[in-house]
């Protein structure tokens, strides 16, 4: 198998790139692409050190098992298939499901740290950095974490403040210049992010047929 065109797409919490990522994965057929994330080769929070407020720090590169990340990529470019567990944000009531990441021309990498990781950043083809207004990135972060993951306002407000945005400054705002395309997403309209992602995925498939 050929090595696949490898496209990196990064993004701060609450700039919706989940929105964003499925729909830019749904203008290809699924046989052309396939997607690997970051977010399920989180190391397991019973393996970590409580700070004093008793939360985890999620938003740090070594909470993620980078060596198996960076070695399931490589099994995708030797035309290997991967079975991963997914990651559930550590909710019990959730039963996790086994993915098959089967390999494709096209594979997109997701994830925070994906530019700092060095080895990961060097496999990148084209880099994606997806970003909003940080007020409108909050209110998207507490809508989902208070009405969808039930957790707790003060919490939430906590990791902002103390983990999320530092994460962001340290680790993935640095590469913004790098990247090829920069998104500016503080819209909640799905049309005008549709839109948007079918041109972007016209404009790639004009690059690939190139290639």
Do not use: C
């Given at each position: 198998?050929?090595?696949?065109?490898?496209?990196?797409?990064?993004?701060?919490?609450?700039?919706?790139?989940?929105?964003?990522?499925?729909?830019?994965?749904?203008?290809?057929?699924?046989?052309?692409?396939?997607?690997?994330?970051?977010?399920?080769?989180?190391?397991?929070?019973?393996?970590?050190?409580?700070?004093?407020?008793?939360?985890?720090?999620?938003?740090?590169?070594?909470?993620?098992?980078?060596?198996?990340?960076?070695?399931?990529?490589?099994?995708?470019?030797?035309?290997?298939?991967?079975?991963?567990?997914?990651?559930?944000?550590?909710?019990?009531?959730?039963?996790p499901r086994m993915l098959k990441i089967?390999?494709?021309?096209?594979?997109?990498?997701?994830?925070?740290?994906?530019?700092?990781?060095?080895?990961?950043?060097?496999?990148l083809d084209y880099r994606i950095f997806?970003?909003?207004?940080?007020?409108?990135?909050?209110?998207?972060?507490?809508?989902?974490?208070?009405?969808?993951?039930?957790?707790?306002?003060?919490?939430?407000?906590?990791?902002?403040?103390?983990?999320?945005?530092?994460?962001?400054?340290?680790?993935?705002?640095?590469?913004?210049e790098e990247c090829n395309l920069v998104?500016?997403?503080?819209?909640?309209?799905?049309?005008?992010?549709?839109?948007?992602?079918?041109?972007?995925?016209?404009?790639?498939?004009?690059?690939?047929?190139?290639?």
């Open positions: 198998m050929e090595k696949p065109y490898v496209i990196g797409i990064a993004g701060s919490s609450g700039s919706g790139k989940t929105f964003f990522l499925n729909s830019f994965l749904n203008h290809f057929d699924q046989k052309d692409v396939t997607l690997i994330s970051q977010d399920d080769y989180y190391i397991p929070a019973n393996t970590k050190t409580r700070e004093e407020n008793r939360l985890y720090n999620f938003d740090l590169p070594t909470a993620i098992d980078r060596a198996s990340f960076y070695n399931d990529i490589n099994e995708l470019f030797e035309g290997k298939s991967i079975l991963k567990e997914e990651y559930l944000f550590n909710n019990p009531n959730a039963k089967e390999p494709a021309p096209i594979l997109v990498v997701e994830g925070l740290f994906i530019f700092h990781y060095e080895e990961v950043n060097k496999l997806i970003d909003a207004n940080e007020e409108i990135a909050l209110r998207r972060r507490l809508k989902r974490d208070l009405e969808e993951r039930g957790y707790d306002h003060d919490d939430v407000m906590y990791k902002w403040i103390n983990h999320v945005m530092p994460s962001f400054q340290s680790y993935l705002f640095p590469h913004k998104i500016h997403n503080n819209t909640d309209d799905p049309e005008v992010i549709n839109n948007y992602t079918r041109d972007i995925v016209n404009e790639l498939k004009v690059k690939l047929s190139g290639l």
